[in-house]
C-alpha cells in the first residue's frame, strides 16, 4: 500500500490483486523436437541428446516422431527417413505440449 501525505489530506492507493493464469499449451508440429517451430536436423540431434545424455524434453509428444507412443531411436530413424530418403510424410497432426 502507498501512502501519500498532502498537508492534512492522506490518499491510500492500493494496488489490484494479481491473478496467476497458467500458460495456455504448446501447440507443436509433429517431429519438431526442440520446438522451434522448424522441421530440420536439429529435432532429431535434440531426441538423441535427451536419448544418450539425458537433456529433458520440452514435449515428448513432439518428439514422437513414429507416433508410437514412446521416444526411442526409432523416431530420430523416422525422422531421418523423412528428411533424406524421401520417406512418407510425418503423421499429420499436432503436439499438444504443456
Known sequence: ??????ATMAISITPPPTTCHAAPPTIAERG??????????TDPVHILFHLFAGRP????E????????VVD???????LEWQFEG???MLPGVAVCP
Open 32 to 41: 519438431d523436437a526442440n520446438l522451434d517451430g522448424a522441421l530440420n536436423l
Open 62 to 69: 513432439a518428439a514422437d516422431c513414429n507416433h508410437d507412443g
Open 87 to 89: 520417406g512418407a510424410p
Open 73 to 79: 531411436l526409432s523416431d530420430v530413424v523416422r525422422f
Open 57 to 60: 524434453l520440452a514435449c515428448a
Open 1 to 6: 500500500m502507498l501512502r501519500l501525505l498532502f
